[in-house]
């Protein structure tokens, strides 16, 4: 096996330990396992030219992420923003362990890394690339769920958010989604369409 297919083979095998599970198409899967599989598949549709290191990225982006619950953090703003920083070095961390085991060299396992903590936002190219995966994914799977959950303007403010962090090609690519008629309707409020 490649160092690829091996990293991706553990990377699924931490992600299917999640003791939380997702039921889609009638398969109840664990959720992190569902998530990094969505997030690839995007990936390969979006930008089929990937490179191996964004690959990587895409697959770990929540690696684990059920050991380091929100709950364990002050349930505020400033809880919140240090849930996410902690996150992204733990995913980095787990990730990097892995690539160490499949023989990556460290100039490569720290491109991952750097992906992965989503430096440089709008300015490298691959972590803008990282970020609109995750906003198309989020879009397409979870959105809707936190349509149930949050009123109208929260989630006017959601989508703006989101969309801020997304290049032209990903607005291009997000409005190609098959949204509900409602859905896309609250988004089009949102942006001003």
């Given at each position: 096996m490649t160092p690829f297919q091996?990293?991706?083979?553990?990377?699924d095998a931490e992600n299917a330990q999640d003791p939380n599970s997702e039921i889609f198409q009638s398969i109840n899967s664990p959720k992190e396992l569902l998530y990094s599989n969505r997030m690839y598949e995007k990936l390969m549709v979006f930008e089929p030219n990937a490179s191996e290191e964004i690959q990587i990225a895409s697959k770990a982006q929540h690696i684990c992420r059920w050991k380091m619950p929100r709950e364990s953090y002050s349930m505020d703003r400033v809880g919140y923003l240090k849930w996410r920083e902690d996150l992204k070095k733990f995913h980095a961390k787990t990730t990097a362990e892995i690539l160490v085991k499949a023989g990556y060299s460290t100039e490569f396992i720290e491109?991952?890394?750097f992906l992965i903590e989503k430096k440089l936002l709008k300015k490298d190219e691959e972590?803008?690339?990282?970020?609109?995966?995750?906003?198309l994914v989020f879009l397409e799977h979870y959105f809707d769920p936190f349509v149930q959950k949050h009123d109208r303007e929260k989630m006017k403010n959601i989508i703006l958010k989101t969309w801020n962090k997304m290049s032209e090609a990903g607005h291009q690519e997000a409005l190609k989604i098959n949204f509900s008629d409602a859905n896309f309707q609250l988004i089009k409020e949102a942006l001003g369409l």
């Open positions: 091996n990293a991706s083979t553990w990377i491109r991952v890394s972590t803008q690339l990282l970020e609109d995966v995750i906003c």
